[in-house]
């Protein structure tokens, strides 16, 4: 793309340049020639303009730094006469970017300087100029007058909008948030342990008493069952001619319910017979036990046995009798409801 002759550095401007401008121009001829034009046509030759800007003016800053590089280095006007190069043609200009060589150390600052300098003068391709004198500037190439004018027609504005409504939406994902997490230290752990270990002891505690309560006062209720079952049996089968009145006066008032019902309407002709037999019994009770038990009323077995003995003192064989006895409690009292005979 550079070319020395004599003193002076020439500078040839990219044939491909205008080549892509005229073919842009002559395309977008052939599109308004058609009536029913494509719209991504119109954005592909747009795009194309502006890539044809943009290679132009990275070529004018590649010159400009490649310029400033061979002045540096050319030192001496004559040295530099006498070796001419002659001019770049187009296909040397298509290879030249690769083969430039690397700018040395000491250059490497001016090169940066006058390559991101957008003001820097280009020397002119045509017409020569000193070795010592300063490059003019000139500005980048412009698009061409085809191009720029269909940026502003309502079809290019329309491939623009159509552009834009063919890029995917950004969506930002909103980064996870870092949850700190502290570790319990050792003395957290100790307390901690320390305060699990108490609520189980206490908890424990809490349940051994509420059980110890529970069994306790169903073994005092039991024994209070089967003591007034053992009452009730004993005062039954102990009358004596001589009191039998008072015997059984002691069997009412231990009874309640429909036994009591029964053995009151019977009483009378009881209380005669055993006054008229000259008798006495005398009743035990060798075991008893829990069946079934409520809050108020229980079963009870009970095993007893009795001794009759007559006027003339001459003792019988002791009777054994099993009884099913029910016991309820009657205003605090507890009294037998219903004797049965077990067999």
Known sequence: MFSRSGNIILIDCPARSDERSDAVTSGHEQTRADPVGDDLLLAAEEAEAEAVAAEATAAAA???????QLRRRAGNPVST????????????RSTSAPTVPEPSASDDADTTAVASNADTAIPDASTPEPADASPRSEPPPAPSGSVAANRDTPRAAKARRLRRALRPPRVSIPRPRRVSVTRPGRRTIATTVAVLVLCAGVGSTGYFVWHHHTVTGEQQRKAEFVAAARQGVTSLTSLDFTHAAADVKRVLDDSTGSFRSDFQTRADDFTKVIEQSKVATEGKVNSAAVQSMTDDSAVVLVAASSKVTNSAGAQQEPRAWRLSVTVERVDG???????????
């Open 62 to 68: 590649r010159a400009r730094a490649r310029a400033t």
């Open 81 to 92: 006469a006498s070796s001419p190069e002659p001019p770049a043609t187009t296909s040397d």
């Open 333 to 343: 009292l507890l009294k037998m409801s219903k004797v049965e005979f077990v067999p």
